[in-house]
């Protein structure tokens, strides 16, 4: 007996292990061989082979039985590391930790269910411990959680693999982690990261959200959101800083010339091209911010200029276009009432150059009483010679007809920015706006998004101010021309 013993020391000193070992099992009361068998994953005749000279009906209460284990052939110690189950360690965990199979770490070490008690000595298959270290030595860099999160939300918003970032943070799996959490992400995703948040930096002038911002500067508002989360669906105040990707700035206006329309129903830029009829890959060269997107009613959309439009809008007027510009921007200033000596004079001597038929000539126009749509939807009050609209800020300013901008500016202070259309028989004029949207020269058709409603001189109101005039620049009463002013 002593020799056995001597001889099964040595043999695993040596690292081999015999072709037979067994592990005791005490039968209990009403136990039979197939169910003892079935227990431990082993055949019944391999329990009879293992155990001569047993019956397999008459099994005794208390006897001893011999539960052949699997035959490991030459393993060596060094093919498994032993590792101490600490608090808190479950077998998941632990093959995780690792990198191995859940079930192959249990069947390494014969364990009948996935429960693990703390100080338990596990043995870890050489691959696991492998793989470990190659994972260690992997180059990674780091990302701190700027908001409570999970690793899941942390790999979709850095773009890298869910997988990735459990494996290199297996601590952190499943886990809320809170702001100032560091994370180990791989190094090329870390670099990528950096090149793409490349930003300067825009000072807001007037207040507004993230969306006016993208608008104004031409900038997709996801790239907005993404750059500033924590200004997100908030109003900014006027000198509120907002981070602009760098590659923006560096973008120039298209050098095709392009007039806007403005989307009358739900639809894609492949939709309106047809019903304009131009060409798909032009409209989303000078819209690609707008490039297989749902387009919603209201988007304004720029569209080239055909030929045709280009040589119309070149052609000689009656007069210099910049003498028309000054004569309508004069024709809306304040002048001082005359004296009521002056005021007859001047009348009288009208009446004696001008036949009396003649002036009602001048002034009529040939536009249809009631027939032209609101600029934009709000409460309308008489002002002046025009009428103003209360309504909201940034509210979409539309153009009453077809015509061409004849001024786009903000040189008179009284009036803010201000938009002048020429009608051909009439004239049309938006003030206190909080942006213009076309510039001088553009053709304009009927409904287009021309402005943003603005504050009048920078006050507490929001709303537009607007007229008509005869083509003479006699003033026209909108009320009278414009539906459901009332």
Request: hydrophobic share 30%.
């Amino acid at each position: 007996m002593k020799k056995k013993a001597f001889i099964l020391s040595i043999s695993l000193l040596l690292g081999i292990a015999f072709s037979q070992e067994c592990k005791y099992h005490k039968v209990k009361s009403g136990e039979s061989l197939e169910k003892i068998a079935k227990n431990y994953g082993v055949s019944v005749q391999e329990l009879l082979k293992a155990n001569k000279g047993i019956k397999a009906n008459k099994l005794k209460v208390g006897e001893s039985l011999c539960i052949p284990q699997r035959k490991l052939a030459k393993t060596k110690t060094q093919d498994y590391a032993i590792y101490k189950v600490k608090k808190g360690d479950t077998l998941q965990s632990i093959a995780e930790k690792f990198g191995i199979d859940v079930q192959e770490l249990k069947s390494f070490n014969n364990l009948k269910s996935e429960k693990v008690k703390e100080g338990q000595e596990l043995k870890i298959p050489a691959k696991g411990t492998a793989k470990k270290q190659k994972k260690e030595t992997q180059e990674y860099g780091t990302y701190v959680v700027q908001k409570g999160a999970k690793l899941e939300h942390i790999a979709k918003k850095l773009g890298v693999s869910q997988r990735e970032l459990e494996e290199l943070n297996p601590e952190l799996k499943g886990k809320w982690l809170k702001k100032g959490t560091v994370v180990k992400v791989p190094k090329q995703e870390q670099k990528k990261e950096k090149r793409e948040e490349s930003y300067t930096v825009y000072k807001i002038k007037k207040g507004g959200r993230l969306e006016h911002v993208a608008k104004s500067l031409g900038v997709s508002k996801k790239e907005l959101e993404r750059l500033n989360p924590e200004l997100k669906g908030k109003w900014l105040s006027a000198g509120t800083e907002v981070k602009v990707p760098i590659k923006v700035k560096k973008e120039e206006e298209p050098k095709v010339s392009y007039k806007t329309y403005v989307v009358q129903k739900s639809a894609k830029l492949e939709h309106v091209a047809k019903k304009l009829g131009v060409s798909q890959k032009e409209l989303e060269e000078l819209n690609p911010e707008l490039k297989g997107k749902w387009l919603k009613k209201g988007t304004v959309v720029k569209v080239p200029v055909k030929v045709e439009e280009k040589k119309q809008a070149v052609r000689p007027a009656e007069k210099p276009l910049e003498e028309r510009v000054e004569e309508r921007r004069h024709a809306i200033r304040p002048v001082e009432k005359p004296s009521e000596e002056k005021k007859q004079e001047s009348t009288s001597k009208a009446e004696a150059e001008m036949p009396q038929e003649k002036k009602r000539e001048d002034a009529e126009v040939k536009i249809s009483k009631n027939s032209l749509p609101m600029p934009v939807d709000g409460k309308v009050s008489k002002n002046g010679r025009g009428i103003t609209i209360a309504t909201d800020c940034g509210k979409p300013v539309k153009v009453v007809d077809n015509g061409r901008v004849i001024y786009s500016g903000g040189d008179l202070k009284a009036y803010g920015n201000m938009v002048i259309v020429d009608h051909g028989d009439f004239i049309s004029i938006y003030a206190y706006n909080e942006k213009n949207l076309v510039k001088r020269g553009d053709s304009v058709s009927r409904g287009q998004q021309i402005a943003l409603v603005g504050r009048k001189n920078e006050g507490e109101e929001c709303m537009l101010y607007f007229e008509l005039r005869s083509k003479e620049g006699v003033p026209l009463d909108p009320t009278e021309y414009i539906r459901n002013t009332q």
